[in-house]
């Protein structure tokens, strides 16, 4: 909203006015704004939460430190919707359609968490909202973005780009060659810029390859009409799994005290440099990696994602003060899925949110030995002692065909060490950028 209050005053000359066009200074103030309302506002909302004593259930599953987090307010994910919309209302173009995005899927999967969570705690209903109710919402929010991806004439890949005649600066892509170039303007709109080949592409980003790019029509088996429409189902197809994967990913790895909110702030970071970085010519040109106009407001969103995520640590670091609940982690899973599917960088996600791919990889694993086992042996086994993987190494005793570490580790070190890992896997993830 001050964003768009300082568009309709540039004919005015107001002091500080010009600042609103750089993305760099918006992304600032929507993740210090977001960091002080998780902060300021989230101690009140703590406090309405034990007022009206939504505490977690918590069983006892003999691990160490379990039972003392009995009766700690659950849904404070609330925290973390509020810091995210509020910076973002106000420092965003909300007229590009990668924040119209994000914030319809900040709202589409907190409200499935939400009612997960209220169904746990007014109706006692340890189980929540029925798996294929919300596994039903996630899909409906990945088939919304995927046609939106579709049919959306806003969603384009450019190429060749050369930009303002007027203002006399000329950038074409493949050549590092630029003249008299602020590469802080050259991002996101295409206003006063003439364009070529602006394509409507089912062309992603891969790691490991000459040009960084992978199409998916290589899975349409026909050509020509057909081929089209197969190769746009099998894209619409794709986004919609990498968005429910993200959302359940986060969903399960929220088990300790800031382990998802930690590990969630280091993909948001990379997340919003990769925006930046894909919304800006001069970079996208020099990384020689796609140049989508308009996904430097992803940056912006993701400024504000981070801030609200470290605000909330703030509160839930060990020992949490408040749980995210179902409202946060699918609301967290989400807006990851769909930031990296708008951008372009889906197919990074496997190595950016590995901690995340572990994770349910270990349930899927643990439930599949267990049923087999089950069934040839007459008595369930367990790989791993237990899952998610973050419980592995809190449980003691040897129960499995993992048994190191035989003796638990402290909580608050299990966080730290994923933390770490997320960072390398972070660093990893930046660098392929230029591995060819």
Request: proline share 3%; aromatic share 10%.
């Amino acid at each position: 909203m001050i964003y768009h209050l300082f568009q309709s005053l540039k004919e005015y000359d107001i002091p500080g006015q010009g600042l609103f066009t750089y993305l760099s200074f918006r992304a600032m103030l929507a993740s210090v704004t977001a960091m002080l309302i998780a902060l300021f506002a989230g101690k009140r909302i703590i406090r309405m939460l034990q007022r009206r004593q939504i505490g977690e259930t918590i069983r006892d599953l003999g691990l160490e430190g379990q039972l003392q987090k009995k009766g700690t307010p659950t849904m404070g994910g609330i925290i973390i919707i509020l810091a995210i919309l509020v910076p973002v209302l106000l420092f965003s173009d909300l007229g590009n359609i990668y924040t119209q995005l994000l914030l319809l899927t900040t709202v589409w999967c907190g409200a499935i968490g939400f009612a997960d969570d209220y169904i746990k705690v007014f109706r006692h209903n340890k189980d929540g909202l029925h798996p294929k109710a919300k596994l039903l919402g996630q899909v409906m929010i990945g088939l919304i973005i995927g046609l939106a991806v579709c049919f959306s004439d806003e969603i384009v890949v450019r190429e060749k780009v050369l930009v303002s005649e007027s203002d006399g600066y000329v950038v074409e892509q493949g050549s590092n060659s630029e003249r008299n170039v602020d590469s802080e303007t050259l991002v996101a709109s295409s206003n006063g810029w003439k364009m070529e080949n602006v394509l409507k592409s089912t062309k992603t980003t891969i790691p490991f390859v000459k040009d960084h790019e992978f199409d998916y029509k290589w899975f349409s088996p026909f050509k020509g009409k057909w081929g089209w429409y197969c190769k746009w189902a099998v894209y619409v197809l794709m986004i919609v799994v990498v968005i429910t994967a993200c959302s359940n990913g986060t969903n399960l790895t929220d088990g300790m005290d800031g382990l998802a909110a930690g590990t969630s702030a280091i993909v948001g970071v990379v997340l919003g440099i990769l925006a930046w970085l894909s919304g800006n010519l001069l970079n996208s040109n020099y990384l020689n990696i796609m140049y989508i106009p308009g996904t430097g407001e992803i940056a912006v969103f993701m400024a504000a994602f981070c801030g609200a995520l470290i605000g909330f640590l703030w509160h839930n670091s060990y020992p949490a003060q408040v749980f995210m609940g179902d409202t946060g982690s699918l609301t967290i899973g989400g807006i990851i899925g769909v930031s990296a599917v708008l951008m372009r960088k889906e197919l990074l996600l496997p190595v950016l949110c590995g901690i995340f791919l572990v994770e349910s990889l270990s349930v899927i694993i643990q439930r599949v030995w267990f049923k087999y086992t089950k069934k040839k042996y007459g008595e369930g086994r367990r790989v791993f002692k237990m899952t998610p993987l973050h419980h592995h190494f809190q449980k003691e005793g040897i129960q499995s065909v993992i048994s190191k570490p035989v003796n638990a580790i402290p909580e608050a070190k299990i966080v730290t060490r994923f933390w770490l890992i997320g960072i390398i896997l972070a660093v990893v993830t930046l660098a392929m950028l230029k591995i060819r």
